[in-house]
Nanobody, 125 residues
Framework: QVQLVESGGGSVQAGGSLRLSCAASGYKNARGSIAWFRQAPGKEREGVAVIGLRGGTTYYADSVKGRFSISPDNAKNTVYLEMNSLKPDDTAMYYC??????????????????WGQGTQVTVSS
């Protein structure tokens, strides 16, 4: 049974930083991928970053390039999302998701088999 648990969300002012964690249990697919998605009220859930756990390939949404960084800690079965220079537009519920590989359309939720419950990020101006 795969379980993903997010943590690290909170409230920060614009320009601040947060680090989100996605702890995975029961997930032993070394060729798989972990992605971070976010969903703001009234908006579609969108992928912001993904990492391939075997080769370390990463992709980012244009809106977060240069500000967000995704990285794994394989010893802890955890994937982090380091978020810097946060903006009010980054306010959303953030979810991590797992797939057997990096989906061709990695930003679409349909490519992922497992999801966490989410952690809220609120950025005030």
């Amino acid at each position: 049974q795969v379980q993903l648990v997010e943590s690290g969300g909170g409230s920060v002012q614009a320009g601040g930083s947060l680090r989100l964690s996605c702890a995975a249990s029961g997930y032993k697919n070394a060729r798989g991928s972990i992605a971070w998605f976010r969903q703001a009220p009234g908006k579609e859930r969108e992928g912001v970053a993904v990492i391939g756990l075997r080769g370390g390939t990463t992709y980012y949404a244009d809106s977060v390039k240069g500000r967000f960084s995704i990285s794994p800690d394989n010893a802890k079965n955890t994937v982090y999302l380091e978020m810097n220079s946060l903006k009010p537009d980054d306010t959303a519920m953030y979810y991590c998701a797992a797939a057997q590989s990096i989906p061709a359309r990695w930003r679409e939720r349909s490519g992922y088999n497992f999801w966490g419950q989410g952690t809220q990020v609120t950025v005030s101006s």
